[in-house]
């Protein structure tokens, strides 16, 4: 069990302020401000610092809010296996939606052949949301699409995919587009905040000096199917994995847009805590994910 000060220390990471946390663990601010002195004293350390009016983690504060959530998760992931036994096979973890939806139901038939008990619970989320998730334990490891600060969690590529910009076979250019910034006339059919796939193209843009509001019309979905359906009615154009239109291009009822500017390929990754006890263990169910037998890279 996390001791009580360090959850007050957390809360304060939250919200990056004192009088919030105090109003969300209900108790007094010079309560809150006590917890964090004891361990400030104990570690030796400053972990907040004022700039200007902003509070901010200092060095030592990131480095006990890294360990701190590591053992948030640890312990809820303890509890999960003691509650359910040591002989069950149980696996807690998310999955972004394109791997939710499109790779996750042929690997997770494979595991369910080789453990037919095993119990199995899979959150299919945005990167964001199951970042968060992992953070406070809920989820033991992720799948994601997306981005993630690499120093707080451990990671194996799981595979290297192409992401590239799709439409209906019969869509109605303006013009006949042979550079992304051709395609800023039509309608651009996007993923929600925080989405990995979004967040991929975002950067692929920053990266060329341009962003999302060069295009002249956006539509949002948070829904991949909803995505892929209005693309292939011709509703505007879209950028998508590879592996998430891997029917649609093959029966034809999407094409890809060839763009002499954007050859993009993006890594899905396998993802926990960094310094997780149970690091052994996700390292082993990525094998069986996987159908690796052999040692796999751990990078972070």
Known sequence: MLDFRMETF????????????????NITQPAVSQHIRFLE?????????????????????????????????????????????????????????TIGDVLMGKI?????????DARIRMVVENTRELLRRLDEGSIDFALVEGFFQKNEYECIRFSDEPYIAVCAPDYPFRGQPEVIEDLFRERLLLREEGSGTREVLERCLNAQNFSVSDFDRIAEAGSLQAIKELTKAGCGITFLYGTAVQEELKDGTLIQIPLRNFQ????????WRRGSIYGDRYREIFRRFSGQAEDVEIRG
């Open 10 to 25: 957390l809360t304060v990471c939250q919200f990056m302020n004192f009088t919030r946390a105090s109003e969300k663990l």
């Open 41 to 97: 004293e104990h570690y030796h350390a400053k972990l907040f610092r004022y700039e200007g009016r902003k509070l901010k983690l200092t060095e030592a504060g990131e480095i006990l809010r890294n360990a701190s959530l590591t053992m948030m998760h640890d312990e809820q992931s303890m509890q999960n296996r003691m509650i359910a036994g040591e002989s069950s096979e149980e696996l807690y973890f998310g999955a972004t939606r």
């Open 108 to 116: 997770l038939k494979k595991y369910m052949d080789q453990y037919p």
């Open 264 to 271: 993009v390929y993006h890594e899905f990754n396998f993802i």
